[in-house]
């Protein structure tokens, strides 16, 4: 398991990337030097298409490979789709669940999620749990309620603590370029640390990290990950440019 002590700099490429685009992971390889090593891990999530070959390409490299969802059976009759069990197998260390655009564009609730995350654990693979409100929700003050209700239903208080990461990427800071204030930040980083406590009870202190995503690029990455309680970030559109990424990962502060 990656130490809490570094950043985790995530990388969600969503649906871009042909075989071509596997040489912005030797780039991000090559620039992992070792203080950034010593600051950060990262992983990068390729399309399901790619996993396999970003495996191999990244072996030896320290650069985790990850996917972007999986189903929650290991095998059968699921035409199309993939399980963790597969993913582990291309090579993949971990897989986003729950993201935004899997909970609105193909109906996926909190139990989804959390049995999701379930069987990413189940096949040895670290599930990156997503939770975000709406615009809507917090200009009614319903955020953290809102968060509150995502967390309870898609994380698995019965699992091992420290093997889950959880994302709070605010649905409307995706792609849009707008960030929600530092404090905002700060505040549902805060609240999301204690729900974790309450969820996993006495294995607190275990929790894994939580990440900030929506928005992240180089100029704001420094502000954004030197906010208490952020543990890292997940990043969209700026990490299809191995540099943009690596600029993010830079912007990490030594979490001694
Ligand atoms: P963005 O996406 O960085 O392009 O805003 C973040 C995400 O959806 O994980």
Request: neutral net charge; aromatic residues 4%; hydrophobic residues 45%.
């Amino acid at each position: 398991m990656p130490a809490k002590s570094r950043s985790l700099i995530v990388g969600n490429w969503k649906m871009n990337g042909l075989r071509h685009s596997l040489t912005e992971i030797a780039h991000v390889a090559r620039g992992y030097d070792a203080k950034l090593r010593h600051s950060c891990d990262l992983i990068i999530c390729p399309p399901a298409t790619l996993v396999c070959l970003a495996a191999q390409q990244a072996l030896g490299s320290r650069i985790g490979i990850g996917a972007q969802d999986c189903h929650m059976e290991a095998n059968g009759a699921f035409t199309g789709e993939i399980s963790a069990e597969m993913l582990a197998d291309c090579g993949a260390t971990t897989v986003i669940v729950g993201h935004s655009e899997r909970r609105s564009y193909f109906a996926e609730t909190d139990g989804d999620v959390k049995s999701k995350a379930l069987a990413a654990l189940r096949a040895g693979l670290m599930p990156i749990i997503c939770v975000g409100e709406t615009n809507s929700d917090r200009e009614a003050g319903r955020t953290l309620g809102v968060i509150k209700r995502q967390l309870v239903g898609s994380v698995p208080g019965s699992a091992d603590a420290g093997a889950i990461v959880v994302a709070y990427e605010p649905i409307w800071a995706i792609g849009t370029g707008l960030t929600p204030t530092l404090a905002d930040i700060a505040e549902v980083h805060r609240f999301i640390h204690r729900e974790l406590a309450v969820i996993f009870g006495t294995h607190a202190a275990g929790h894994g990290r939580v990440l900030y995503g929506g928005s992240v690029k180089p100029s704001n990455a420094e502000s954004i990950l030197a906010v208490e309680h952020v543990d890292g970030a997940l990043i969209g559109g700026a990490s299809l440019k191995a540099e943009d990424f690596l600029g993010i990962a830079r912007a990490a502060p030594a979490r001694v």
